[in-house]
């Protein structure tokens, strides 16, 4: 691992700084759990498109810049310090295309990647399900062979962005006797087929970008299928693994936190205790110390290695510390915290950023699950 940059990589920063300077929203867009802020953040993928920076490490062919991880890292530090909208499409680009990179055919491919890279088609989880939330093994949703199709049935929750999206992906029962992780298969499908029925579910703040998904025997073509029948649980688990691993949360975005909390404690620091500077100071060194295990990681893959289980423990702590980052923040706010927005109209980046920070630990894999798979895989302890 160098700890410097080449002359090479310094002219990329350039490249994206130049790029982001003249091409960021001037002003702050709406929040992305409603329907007026996706449809902003959905006009920002396609801007990023334009650029050719919809998905900076993907292949030219498929819309990509063909870039490295340690490249990517530095667009992605980049694109939290021009203060760029979040991504609309990260269920897309993050999880799903790295999916279909590795297990999609050429067709798939060719017909998946491009629209996702530019932002024409934007993507949902379909993951959970009532009394199968972070074991994805109890899954019941089934879906059965009709010739050419699958006929599914039956429904998710707390699926991401599925209230606006255009296509979920999402793992669902090809053998009906099989148990647990066997006879599932990967399977995508557009939100507006017939028999499917969305319906948001209104969060904490009152916006509603999850939502149940019912499926009444909805018929997908089996060419939808990534990889083999009943091989979907290998397939989920590398999708999982991209979502805790490297890609869903970068450093950048808890670096730029972590800065945004020191000019938040500066601007207070009259009326802060000492237990606020102190958790500030945490939180800035914390963000760095992973920003360097991210740069480690990404070291280590393009070496040829792979990051397995590990992932696990990038989940725990990036979900930890954005929450104790937000959590600071609401301290030093005091009851303006409570505030959704201020009065000259402007959100409450922190309140916005506190609420969902709660779901860190949660979403990709509840973070107890993250802790089974570190004890057992890790530290070889028994189940």
Avoid at 152 to 169: E, H, L, M, N, V
């Amino acid at each position: 691992m160098e700890l410097t940059y080449t002359p090479e990589q310094d002219a990329f920063r350039a490249e994206v700084r130049a790029w982001m300077e003249a091409n960021v929203p001037k002003s702050p867009l709406k929040t992305l759990e409603g329907r007026e802020g996706y449809d902003q953040h959905v006009e920002w993928e396609r801007t990023l498109a334009s650029g050719n920076w919809g998905m900076v490490t993907w292949p030219e062919a498929y819309g990509g810049r063909n870039l490295d991880l340690i490249r990517w890292l530095i667009f992605e530090e980049e694109y939290f310090r021009a203060k760029a909208p979040l991504r609309a499409n990260q269920n897309g680009i993050f999880l799903l295309g790295p999916t279909i990179m590795e297990y999609g055919t050429d067709e798939q491919k060719a017909r998946f990647l491009t629209p996702m890279a530019k932002g024409e088609i934007m993507w949902a989880q379909a993951w959970s399900e009532p009394n199968a939330g972070s074991d994805m093994a109890a899954i019941r949703s089934r879906a059965v062979r009709d010739g050419d199709h699958y006929v599914i049935s039956g429904q998710k929750t707390w699926s991401s962005r599925a209230a606006f999206a255009d296509w979920c992906f999402g793992l669902f029962r090809t053998d009906q006797d099989s148990k647990r992780h066997k006879g599932l298969s990967f399977i995508l499908l557009p939100l507006n087929s017939p028999g499917v029925t969305v319906r948001p579910i209104r969060q904490l703040h009152g916006e509603t970008g999850f939502a149940e998904i019912f499926f009444d025997e909805v018929r997908v073509p089996v060419e939808n299928r990534i990889a083999g029948e009943g091989e979907g649980w290998n397939v989920a688990m590398a999708t999982a693994g991209f979502e805790r691993g490297l890609m869903l949360r970068s450093p950048a975005r808890f670096q730029a936190t972590a800065k945004r909390l020191v000019e938040l404690f500066r601007a207070n620091e009259a009326t802060a205790s000492p237990a606020a500077r102190e958790a500030v100071t945490q939180a800035w060194a914390d963000a760095e110390a992973y920003a360097l295990n991210t740069y480690m990681v990404a070291s280590t893959i393009q070496a040829g290695g792979h990051i397995g289980a590990e992932a696990s423990l990038n989940k725990i702590f990036w979900s930890e510390l954005d929450r104790a980052m937000h959590r600071t923040a609401m301290s030093l706010l005091g009851a303006a915290a409570e505030l959704r927005t201020y009065a000259d109209g402007s959100l409450n980046e922190w309140l916005e950023g506190y609420i969902f920070s709660l779901s860190g630990p949660i979403y990709a894999g509840s973070n107890e699950i993250q802790r089974n798979i570190i004890a057992e895989r890790l530290l070889g302890l028994p189940r």
